[in-house]
């Protein structure tokens, strides 16, 4: 179907290419997007990305639809889509013709200190880290989906929400992908009493592929915040359930917590590439920030001639990627807390110093890259979807629960699962986190502090106009990955659906390995090795992005169809 409707639209639109630009769809890509006139979602799941289609349909605009969807996955896609997690909403204005990034991360809890997560001989206890209570920050992400319709949106909030608790209340049938989700994270979520109630049948098992899976719970905790917006959630009932588990269970989240949380509106962090100009995630998220650092680096070597994947432009990158994340080690932390210098790390002044330390044909050991060296400066399963509509306006939104289902554990009676972003904090600092990225006293835990992110909902803008929007999961390698598919559109001219399955690798400085997609040539991984790269071969892709491209007054969509379940929804 999705196929068909692809070579359809090819049919019609193939013909007639954009007025002085290349088709966008050409023969020399393998995969072909899907293409839209009025109004496009490309996200994870498809029932959600539907829902946030139908709203479209209603007159709505994308920041209604992004919000729609957002609750809806909180439904349809639980290990990510979420009300007890937190993210980041990056929003083209055709209005105005601005930007804005809704900044609803979690939060620590007052009471959360430094030492939280060590033992009593000062190690680490990743059980206490990624699978309690303490796991949990102050949930953001129904203040920030509030918070970006409120100011951005046009439709009333019990319109947006209603899809999801029809779909909570009624069920929809499991999915393949939903099975698979699931039965990737049973042993752990059997071990919570509320997660094994929630997601496997009175008799334990699974629930069937093709059977409905109803979530009766979790439509309440929606109808709570139909009725009463934001507060349905922070105050009241469901505030008090979140407490009352925290209390029996050593949590630290209090009522006052909840009622405190911040949404923030952020200015984006902005560079640009051979004329394209980059809008992406400012801090609390280092993804912007290190997106823009490395397309500085980049610039200054000529890609097209060294060939897209080949051992010279992987290795170049590869050398890039190590340079910006031994700043992110250092640099990066909460703005809030912490002086983060993004102007400095987004110099091109600063780029062009960091690329005379890349040695054409030798990778530098990662232990020999000291973080910030000529910067001169001294002080200190997620999910993505991204929308756009007929009027102009483009939502780039990632969010998460951290790990696949966050912490395992559901908060009794809310249907929610509550998150583990705890974990993005340095535990303690210098020693690698559950992403292995190791970071400093900058993202040290506090009490009402943001932990440090990756996310990095990107917009690029070609004469003045947004040209490409994407984002994607994966941790440390949702930087690394949002990076390969932009520059596979605006350096190597792919359309959207091969930027966003071409094979990516990643390095992360720490540890010194070159993680190496298996789509990339065995003969490639030879001459890396060759350079003294440590090539990792990684069987699971490398991020999953979620990309759509305006382009000649069209739409071009792709989920990077390499993981199961993804959908482009099109109006
Ligand atoms: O904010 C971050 O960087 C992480 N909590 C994201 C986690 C993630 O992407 C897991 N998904 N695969």
Redesign the pocket.
Do not use: L, Y
């Given at each position: 179907m999705t196929l068909l409707r692809s070579l359809c639209l090819f049919l019609i639109v193939g013909v007639v290419p954009a007025q002085g630009q290349e088709p966008i769809l050409n023969f020399e890509n393998r995969f072909l997007p899907e293409v839209a006139q009025h109004g496009m979602v490309a996200g994870p799941e498809r029932l959600a990305a539907e829902i946030g289609i139908d709203i479209l349909r209603q007159g709505g605009n994308a920041v209604d639809a992004a919000v729609a969807t957002g609750f809806a996955l909180a439904v349809t896609y639980p290990r990510?889509g979420n009300l007890g997690g937190g993210g980041f909403m990056l929003i083209h204005l055709a209005d105005g013709n601005r930007q804005t990034l809704v900044d609803y991360r979690e939060m620590a809890p007052a009471r959360a200190h430094r030492d939280l997560f060590l033992d009593e001989a000062g190690e680490v206890d990743r059980n206490r880290e990624f699978f309690s209570h303490l796991s949990a920050g102050v949930p953001g992400s129904v203040a920030g989906l509030i918070h970006a319709l409120e100011n951005y949106g046009s439709l009333p909030l019990k319109t947006v929400i209603q899809p999801a608790i029809e779909l909570a209340e009624k069920g929809f049938p499991v999915s393949f992908a939903l099975d698979s989700e699931i039965a990737a994270r049973e042993s752990r979520l059997r071990k919570d009493p509320e997660a094994l109630r929630i997601f496997f049948q009175k008799d334990g098992s699974r629930h069937p592929v093709g059977e409905l899976f109803r979530q009766p719970d979790l439509a309440w905790t929606l109808k709570q915040i139909r009725k009463r917006g934001r507060d349905g959630f922070y105050r009241g009932p469901v505030a008090e359930r979140i407490v009352t588990n925290m209390e029996a269970n050593d949590g630290l989240i209090s009522r006052d917590d909840l009622a405190g949380y911040r949404v923030i509106e952020r200015e984006p962090v902005r560079g640009s590439y051979h004329g394209y100009d980059i809008v992406a995630t400012p801090p609390p998220?280092s993804g912007g920030t290190h997106i823009i650092q490395m397309l500085n680096i980049m610039e200054g070597f000529e890609l097209e001639p060294w060939g897209h994947n080949s051992a010279a432009y992987l290795h170049h990158l590869a050398e890039a990627m190590k340079l910006a994340y031994a700043d992110r080690s250092r640099y990066l932390g909460d703005p809030d807390f912490t002086d983060v210098p993004v102007a400095e790390l987004t110099d091109k002044a600063y780029a062009a110093r960091l690329r005379t330390l890349i040695k054409p044909d030798q990778a530098t050991p990662s232990a020999a890259i000291k973080p910030g060296a000529e910067l001169g400066y001294e002080s200190s399963?997620?999910t993505h979807y991204t929308v756009a509509d007929r009027f102009g306006n483009v939502v780039s939104n990632t969010y998460?629960l951290?790990?696949?289902f966050g912490s395992h554990i559901a908060v009794p009676g809310t249907g929610m699962l509550l998150n583990n972003?705890m974990a993005?904090f340095a535990a303690k600092p210098g020693v690698p986190n559950a992403f292995r990225l190791i970071e400093s006293e900058a993202n040290r835990i506090e009490g009402g502090k943001r932990p440090l992110?990756?996310?990095t909902p990107t917009m690029v803008f070609r004469d003045g106009k947004p040209w490409l929007a994407t984002g994607s999961?994966?941790?440390s390698i949702?930087i690394t990955a949002v990076l390969q598919t932009i520059l596979n559109a605006m350096a190597f001219e792919m359309n959207i659906a091969s930027a966003a399955a071409a094979p990516r690798i990643h390095h992360q400085w720490m540890p010194d390995q070159l993680r190496v997609e298996r789509g990339v040539s065995p003969d490639t991984r030879r001459l890396l090795e060759a350079m003294g790269h440590e090539v990792v071969d990684t069987r699971r892709t490398l991020g999953r992005t979620q990309s759509i491209v305006l382009d000649g007054g069209l739409l071009y969509g792709a989920t990077d169809s390499r993981r199961p379940g993804g959908w482009v929804a099109v109006y």
């Open positions: 990510a998220s399963d997620t998460t951290n790990f696949s972003e993005d992110s990756s996310m999961p994966g941790g949702i």
